[in-house]
Nanobody, 125 residues
Framework: QVQLVESGGGLVQAGGSLRLSCVASGRTVSTYTMAWFRQAPGKEREFVAAIRRSGGENTYYADSVKGRFTISRDNAKNIVYLQMNSLKPEDTAVYYC?????????????????WGQGTQVTVSS
């Protein structure tokens, strides 16, 4: 099992940057596909980015964040990051870190086994 705790959210103006962190405990993040999802009020939870489990640093992004967000992993510290640049008001949501023990990289929430509690990101115009 793995426990996930997100941090780094906050209020930022459009065009600004934030870096989210997801600290894992229990098992190392290198043994999971790690992902970030987000959920805005009244909307479904949506995929943001993922990084494949150890053996390949392949990363995957939603089209809406490609070129602006970067997911990375520090195996030594057991942390997954989401660097968010050029933020837009439509990026406003609660951001969740998730871990999937499967071999494939999934872009839907259902296969992910473990979730953090979420961190709020608010982008003002």
């Amino acid at each position: 099992q793995v426990q996930l705790v997100e941090s780094g959210g906050g209020l930022v103006q459009a065009g600004g940057s934030l870096r989210l962190s997801c600290v894992a405990s229990g098992r190392t993040v290198s043994t999971y596909t790690m992902a970030w999802f987000r959920q805005a009020p009244g909307k479904e939870r949506e995929f943001v980015a993922a990084i494949r489990r150890s053996g390949g640093e392949n990363t995957y992004y939603a089209d809406s964040v490609k070129g602006r967000f970067t997911i990375s992993r520090d195996n030594a510290k057991n942390i997954v990051y989401l660097q968010m640049n050029s933020l837009k008001p439509e990026d406003t949501a609660v951001y969740y870190c998730a871990a999937d023990s499967g071999l494939l990289v999934r872009t839907t929430p259902v296969p992910y086994d473990y979730w953090g509690q979420g961190t709020q990101v608010t982008v003002s115009s």
